[in-house]
């Protein structure tokens, strides 16, 4: 089973970027797909993006051409870029395995990150 922790989040202004790391723990971190998803303060968790064991992804809408998902399966890490941000980005962002790619998470969850978009 693999376990994973967030971490790279901060604060930015409006258009700023930021990248978020996801680090694995487990020898068959390679085998799954890997999703980011947020939470915003009084929201629902919502999928982000997501990057199969052979690296195809997919985005929500609002995040496309501004996000960009990858991933390193030798330091079993995935990453997400993310450029242009905007105020409604803030969020404690999360990684999570799939249980059903490509947008379906295991019911487990870590600490998340944070990241705060200021206009």
């Known amino acids: 089973q693999v376990q994973l922790a967030e971490s790279g989040g901060g604060s930015v202004q409006t258009g700023g970027s930021l990248r978020v790391s996801c680090a694995g723990s487990g020898r068959t971190f390679s085998n799954y797909g890997i999703g980011w998803f947020r939470q915003a303060p009084g929201k629902e968790r919502e999928f982000v993006a997501s990057?199969?064991?052979?690296?195809?992804?997919d985005y929500t809408e609002s995040v496309k051409g501004r996000f960009t998902i990858s991933r390193d399966n030798a330091k079993n890490s995935v990453y997400l870029q993310m450029n242009n941000l905007k105020p409604e980005d803030t969020a404690v962002y999360y990684c999570n395995p799939l249980q059903q790619w490509p947008r379906t998470p295991l019911d487990s969850w870590g600490q998340g990150t944070q990241v705060t978009v200021s206009s």
């Open positions: 990057i199969s064991w052979n690296g195809v992804a």
